[in-house]
């Protein structure tokens, strides 16, 4: 599964990094109460970082989360995968390889590394990855089956 799309520096916005969030479910945010379904897998992510980051020193908070978890620990959990790209290239790739073969919904969202929330003793041996654009547009991706 390939996903593409373009560096917010090139259009002058400061960001960190960038987190993917994958769900097997469409948004329901306008479902009536009476159709949704309880059971359902939570989000996992995909943290995208400039090359040369070292994903071990970072937490992490997503939508509204206070709770900073470490990247490193959540790998493998809420996190598939953390990939790198080129922070100078004009647009960004991201390829996975080893998906199920199932339809899943898509959206991203900018990262931006935000110190002032951590206690001094946490700013000096971790990084904080928030979550500080909205998500975008909710896209289809998947392996499709043929």
Known sequence: MQFSWK??????ESIDGYIIKMTDKIDDKDTPI?????FRKKPKYIV???KGTEYTKGLITIDGDTIKKPINLELGDS??????YDPTQNNITVTLK???RKRLYTNIAALTITQE????NQRESFILYKKTSPW??????GVQNL
């Open 7 to 12: 560096n917010s520096k090139e259009l002058g």
């Open 34 to 38: 009476s159709f949704w379904d309880f």
């Open 48 to 50: 995208v970082l400039p």
């Open 79 to 84: 996190i598939l995968a953390v990939e790198y």
């Open 98 to 100: 080893d998906m199920e």
């Open 117 to 120: 929330d951590l206690t001094a």
């Open 136 to 141: 975008s547009n909710q896209t289809v991706a």
